[in-house]
């Protein structure tokens, strides 16, 4: 009797610890399963995220994941001999295990020196002679000079505001009427080019209330109403909005967004957005020749930290390659930007259909700018209308 009752204390001690286990396991996966359903269900701007791992998901591409399915069915390895080249597992180790990635030499450099963030972007897409050592550059003016806003004196203006020669283009064969679909807009506002700046060679300082990339904006929209497209320019100074409310220039894309909220709400009909930038850049990186004719380079840029980015970034692939086909060498290709330092949005998570462009750099002139802009109204009407044509098959609105 007494070594059946031990026995039956020592089955209910047992019976208890395995309760505590199950009710610890059932714990620890309801725990778990909650945490990876909170963190999946955030937007993609507040997720946590690791370069080493979107290193690692870039390198998975579909031929490794067949190589690996291979090793555990060899049936996948002898329907492999169609693969043109093997995908390498030890360069992808390589890049995993010391963060090193030897086709871009920032990773050599390592992303934590101070103002190495300023290259912390992919190439999307490559224009000719761009790589990770020439990205565009975003160069704050010093706050000093920006705040209380003082402007060069100015120089080769002669004929920056005569008319064209040009005759009369004949109208449009297809139009958006009264209807204005595209907005350009502006974040850095007083972003200027030295050509028209008295005494100014630096770079940073390239800055001017009334000399800048507004009047690009104005070239563009001409452009784009000469393939009938109804296009608005907004051209609110948010450099002075900024100095206004005492706000510091990273907090220039909060003021622009308050403009295109604006625009969309009191326009309905808009669907492309264009946010209108110069880059740092000195002109031998920056300029194209093209049948004889000086062009500034322009370059697409997309923010990576945005539920509408892989739309976005179809976008301005589709309008580099574009330009390719018309005038090869004019893009400087499609860079997407996020991560520390970068916005990661610049206010493309408000549409689908909304880009960055740099129109040049510092060095470039308003004759070279001038033709960028015509050159990309010219493919953007180009897009602009098949899309509609497509849209018209399909019965849905385009940008919506």
Do not use: C
């Amino acid at each position: 009797m007494k070594n059946s009752g031990n026995s039956g204390t020592f089955m209910t001690v047992e019976g208890t610890s395995l309760v505590k286990i199950m009710l610890l396991l059932l714990l620890f996966l309801f725990t778990i399963f909650s945490v990876s359903g909170l963190i999946t269900s955030m937007k993609p701007e507040y997720r946590l995220s690791s370069s080493s791992v979107n290193l690692a998901a870039h390198n998975v591409n579909g031929k490794l994941l067949y190589q690996l399915m291979g090793w555990e069915n060899h049936h996948f390895l002898k329907s492999e001999k169609g693969l043109t080249s093997e995908p390498k597992m030890t360069s992808l180790i390589f890049n995993l295990s010391t963060n090193l990635n030897l086709n871009d030499p920032r990773s050599l450099l390592g992303r934590e020196l101070p103002g190495f963030y300023q290259f912390d972007a992919n190439i999307v897409v490559a224009g000719e002679g761009t790589n990770y050592t020439n990205m565009p550059i975003e160069s704050a003016p010093p706050v000093e000079i920006m705040k209380e806003e003082r402007d060069a004196a100015l120089q080769n203006l002669e004929g920056l505001d005569q008319p064209k020669d040009n005759p009369k283009p004949a109208p449009p064969p297809q139009s958006t009427g009264s209807k204005k679909v595209v907005l350009i807009y502006f974040t850095h506002t007083h972003e200027s080019y030295l050509p028209y700046l008295k005494g100014v060679t630096d770079p940073n300082l390239a800055i001017h209330s009334k000399i800048n990339v507004t009047r690009v904006g104005d070239e563009l929209k001409q452009a784009l109403e000469s393939q009938g497209i109804g296009t608005s320019v907004n051209k609110t100074d948010v450099i002075t909005m900024l100095n206004t409310n005492g706000l510091l220039y990273p907090k220039a894309y909060v003021e622009s967004r308050q403009v295109v909220e604006a625009s969309m709400g009191m326009n309905h009909d808009l669907q492309y957005f264009i946010d209108i930038h110069r880059d740092s850049r000195r002109k031998n990186q920056t300029t194209k020749i093209i049948n004889g004719k000086s062009y500034a380079k322009i370059a697409f840029i997309i923010g990576g930290e945005n539920p509408n980015y892989e739309k976005n970034e179809k976008l301005a692939t589709d309008l580099h390659n574009l330009l390719e086909k018309k005038y090869p060498g004019l893009s400087r290709g499609v860079i997407k930007k996020e991560g520390a330092g970068n916005n990661g949005k610049y206010n493309q998570d408000l549409s689908p259909n909304a880009i960055l462009i740099e129109f040049g750099g510092v060095d470039n002139t308003f004759d070279e700018l001038n033709r960028s802009a015509e050159a990309l109204a010219d493919v953007f009407g180009e897009y602009y209308w098949q899309a509609e044509k497509v849209n018209t098959i399909t019965g849905k609105a385009v940008g919506k």
